[in-house]
């Protein structure tokens, strides 16, 4: 007796995955109708563009004539561009500066909102806010606030501590903190609600642990609290830096690449070659661009999943 | 709020002090040479979250309902020489962010619309049809996420000038925008993990009791996954609200264009005080949602759809 009901438990599991499986035609129709939508738009507009991208960069291509056969010219046309240099450097420039504005600072905010008791939803909800608000209009709002007249907003308020007035956009060497200082301001909310969910997650009891060995306040941050943190940090950090190569609406709308190319970005170069050339675009030159980025990016994105998984079984 | 002290799981069997502790012992905040400062660590972290966070926009619902010669001379003085409200109706009828807002929200509509149909059947197919070869078109599916989105730019623009097979050209027709914002691939994996998870005796049930793949769907699996319809929902608004560099590219019609697209080119030709009232009401649905769906925000969920930059 025992064994037949114990059986049956078993069959099921086996009957719901086989049966899970399209058995007729009509079946496989309907799965068909549900794959549809998937399959057209994913083919039209992302498994096809990419491929198309690949062929493109070695394609001579502007929509105009029939697209011919270059081999590896375009890559060759780009790397030999003098705006290339500028714009590799001015987005490892940026880079570099969001890491000094955008890394400590929500680490720091996070650790002390952890700890608040009461109200914490308040703080949260006020470090965020600037997420949600549509990037052009944060951009066209600092523009405002980045006036380099002595009426400016920001000279205003230095003005009152003597210091000032600042160029800001208008100088060379102002122009991209001032836009890197603006991007954390806008984005910083996101990185510290992704820190204060792995700072919840710390298990109480290593706290406890702490606090029997006497531990102070300072050791606990040090040994528990950071090292907790050591793989979220990680994965923030290969974020950042791919969404900061990808730097655009910025520039474009504070400075335009300017002033003398300052902040010209690897995507504002894509963007000039394919949709600001009076000749046309070069959508060659821009295809092989996009790729040598993407080719750079991939190491950072793979390493992202690599975290993620190695993350997701470890905790 | 609530979503965020969510691992109270692990709270330790035993030890009664730590219920929902973090660095700080109840013991150590019982003194002063510790609660004091903590205190005050507090406070001017509400301070600078206030300044910072709250600020900027509040000085742009003032500057809105302030008279631009004020905000020129007097950027940081409260109220001068009194409120303008007719800034913001100016903003509204005269320079036509009516049209523009609504542009905006019918692009946002029309793409959370694609957006549910093709990660919900698509979801669906994958995680409870499963059809033979579905391992590899999920593979496929989550190799887009490896992509970044600038190497679709120029052939993604390309392929909207003239569709292939339909022959098409989707230029200043807002499919441009809401087809591309469906083949979203973390929307495809979210909704099919999150079926993945729903009980299987269910849908055995259902098709003993005769129902078919289409019943199935609509109302078993359907209304079983409000929670993710809900996360993908309000992601896909905020993202298509916030998007600017696509819109761009694809709508050239002035009167078709979405808010972000607009205001940029709207800047020079207007008023400061008119132009920053526009840059007010554009804000107010996403601060609006933010506001209602606060716990999906704060719950992390996001870091998910982050990789999509």
């Given at each position: 007796?025992?064994?037949?009901?114990?059986?049956?438990?078993?069959?099921?599991?086996?009957?719901?995955?086989?049966?899970?499986?399209?058995?007729?035609?009509?079946?496989?129709?309907?799965?068909?109708?549900?794959?549809?939508?998937?399959?057209?738009?994913?083919?039209?507009?992302?498994?096809?563009?990419?491929?198309?991208?690949?062929?493109?960069?070695?394609?001579?291509?502007?929509?105009?004539?029939?697209?011919?056969?270059?081999?590896?010219?375009?890559?060759?046309?780009?790397?030999?561009?003098?705006?290339?240099?500028?714009?590799?450097?001015?987005?490892?420039?940026?880079?570099?500066?969001?890491?000094?504005?955008?890394?400590?600072?929500?680490?720091?905010?996070?650790?002390?909102?952890?700890?608040?008791?009461?109200?914490?939803?308040?703080?949260?909800?006020?470090a965020y806010l600037p997420v949600v608000i549509p990037?052009?209009?944060?951009?066209?709002?600092?523009?405002?606030?980045?006036?380099?007249?002595?009426?400016?907003?920001?000279?205003?308020?230095?003005?009152?501590?003597?210091?000032?007035?600042?160029?800001?956009?208008?100088?060379?060497?102002?122009?991209?903190?001032?836009?890197?200082?603006?991007?954390?301001?806008?984005?910083?909310?996101?990185?510290?609600?992704?820190?204060?969910?792995?700072?919840?997650?710390?298990?109480?009891?290593?706290?406890?642990?702490?606090?029997?060995?006497?531990?102070?306040?300072?050791?606990?941050?040090?040994?528990?609290?950071?090292?907790?943190?050591?793989?979220?940090?990680?994965?923030?950090?290969?974020?950042?830096?791919?969404?900061?190569?990808?730097?655009?609406?910025?520039?474009?709308?504070?400075?335009?690449?300017?002033?003398?190319?300052?902040?010209?970005?690897?995507?504002?170069?894509?963007?000039?070659?394919?949709?600001?050339?009076?000749?046309?675009?070069?959508?060659?030159?821009?295809?092989?661009?996009?790729?040598?980025?993407?080719?750079?990016?991939?190491?950072?994105?793979?390493?992202?999943?690599?975290?993620?998984?190695?993350?997701?079984?470890?905790? | 709020?609530?979503?965020?002290?969510?691992?109270?799981?692990?709270?330790?069997?035993?030890?009664?002090?730590?219920?929902?502790?973090?660095?700080?012992?109840?013991?150590?905040?019982?003194?002063?040479?510790?609660?004091?400062?903590?205190?005050?660590?507090?406070?001017?972290?509400?301070?600078?979250?206030?300044?910072?966070?709250?600020?900027?926009?509040?000085?742009?619902?003032?500057?809105?309902?302030?008279?631009?010669?004020?905000?020129?001379?007097?950027?940081?003085?409260?109220?001068?020489?009194?409120?303008?409200?007719?800034?913001?109706?100016?903003?509204?009828?005269?320079?036509?962010?009516?049209?523009?807002l609504w542009n905006t929200v019918v692009i946002a509509?029309?793409?959370?619309?694609?957006?549910?149909?093709?990660?919900?059947?698509?979801?669906?197919?994958?995680?409870?049809?499963?059809?033979?070869?579905?391992g590899l078109l999920m593979g496929l599916v989550i190799?887009?996420?490896?992509?970044?989105?600038?190497?679709?730019?120029?052939?993604?623009?390309?392929?909207?000038?003239?569709?292939?097979?339909?022959?098409?050209?989707?230029?200043?027709?807002?499919?441009?925008?809401?087809?591309?914002?469906?083949?979203?691939?973390?929307?495809?994996?979210?909704?099919?993990?999150?079926?993945?998870?729903?009980?299987?005796?269910?849908?055995?049930?259902?098709?003993?009791?005769?129902?078919?793949?289409?019943?199935?769907?609509?109302?078993?699996?359907?209304?079983?996954?409000?929670?993710?319809?809900?996360?993908?929902?309000?992601?896909?608004?905020?993202?298509?609200?916030?998007?600017?560099?696509?819109?761009?590219?694809?709508?050239?019609?002035?009167?078709?264009?979405?808010?972000?697209?607009?205001?940029?080119?709207?800047?020079?030709?207007?008023?400061?005080?008119?132009?920053?009232?526009?840059?007010?009401?554009?804000?107010?649905?996403?601060?609006?949602?933010?506001?209602?769906?606060?716990?999906?925000?704060?719950?992390?969920?996001?870091?998910?759809?982050?990789?999509?930059?």
């Open positions: 007796m025992s064994t037949v009901t114990d059986a049956i438990p078993a069959v099921d599991r086996v009957a719901a995955r086989r049966g899970a499986r399209p058995r007729l035609t009509r079946d496989g129709l309907s799965t068909l109708a549900f794959l549809l939508p998937l399959l057209a738009v994913f083919g039209l507009f992302a498994w096809f563009p990419i491929l198309r991208a690949v062929v493109m960069s070695v394609q001579e291509t502007n929509l105009v004539s029939e697209p011919s056969w270059v081999g590896l010219d375009n890559f060759a046309h780009v790397l030999a561009d003098p705006q290339f240099g500028i714009a590799v450097a001015n987005t490892l420039w940026f880079t570099f500066l969001a890491l000094i504005f955008g890394f400590p600072v929500p680490i720091l905010l996070a650790v002390l909102m952890s700890e608040v008791r009461r109200g914490r939803g308040w703080y949260s909800a006020l990037p052009v209009v944060s951009v066209l709002l600092w523009r405002f606030f980045y006036d380099a007249s002595a009426r400016g907003v920001f000279n205003t308020i230095l003005g009152w501590l003597g210091l000032g007035p600042f160029p800001w956009l208008q100088a060379a060497g102002t122009a991209m903190p001032s836009i890197v200082i603006e991007a954390t301001w806008a984005n910083a909310g996101a990185t510290v609600i992704i820190y204060l969910a792995a700072l919840v997650s710390v298990p109480p009891e290593l706290y406890d642990a702490a606090d029997v060995d006497g531990a102070s306040i300072w050791q606990k941050i040090r040994s528990i609290t950071l090292p907790h943190l050591r793989s979220v940090i990680a994965l923030t950090l290969i974020l950042q830096l791919i969404a900061t190569a990808q730097l655009f609406t910025e520039p474009l709308l504070f400075t335009g690449g300017g002033p003398n190319n300052a902040t010209l970005t690897v995507l504002l170069l894509i963007y000039r070659y394919a949709f600001t050339n009076s000749l046309g675009g070069d959508y060659g030159m821009a295809a092989a661009l996009s790729l040598m980025l993407a080719a750079f990016l991939a190491l950072f994105t793979a390493g992202y999943y690599r975290l993620t998984r190695s993350w997701s079984t470890s905790s | 709020m609530t979503a965020l002290t969510r691992p109270r799981a692990r709270r330790p069997r035993s030890d009664s002090s730590s219920a929902d502790r973090g660095i700080i012992s109840s013991t150590e905040w019982r003194q002063r040479r510790i609660r004091w400062p903590v205190r005050l660590l507090h406070a001017a972290t509400l301070v600078f979250l206030l300044i910072v966070g709250l600020g900027p926009l509040l000085w742009m619902v003032k500057s809105s309902v302030t008279p631009t010669q004020d905000t020129l001379r007097y950027p940081m003085a409260l109220w001068p020489n009194g409120i303008d409200l007719g800034q913001l109706a100016t903003a509204w009828s005269r320079t036509h962010i009516d049209r523009y509509f029309g793409s959370w619309v694609c957006q549910l149909v093709v990660a919900t059947t698509g979801g669906y197919a994958l995680s409870v049809l499963r059809p033979r070869g579905s190799a887009t996420l490896f992509v970044p989105p600038i190497v679709l730019l120029v052939p993604l623009y390309l392929t909207i000038v003239d569709v292939p097979l339909v022959h098409a050209r989707l230029i200043d027709n807002y499919w441009a925008i809401w087809l591309p914002a469906a083949a979203s691939a973390v929307n495809v994996v979210l909704v099919k993990r999150f079926f993945d998870n729903l009980p299987r005796e269910i849908f055995e049930a259902a098709k003993v009791d005769g129902a078919g793949p289409f019943r199935l769907f609509r109302s078993i699996v359907l209304p079983m996954s409000r929670p993710i319809i809900g996360v993908v929902s309000v992601f896909a608004v905020i993202a298509t609200w916030k998007d600017y560099l696509w819109p761009l590219l694809v709508i050239r019609n002035p009167n078709l264009q979405p808010l972000s697209v607009r205001l940029p080119t709207l800047q020079p030709t207007t008023d400061l005080g008119v132009f920053i009232a526009a840059l007010t009401i554009s804000s107010l649905i996403p601060i609006a949602l933010f506001l209602v769906f606060q716990r999906l925000f704060l719950s992390g969920q996001g870091l998910s759809g982050a990789i999509k930059g």
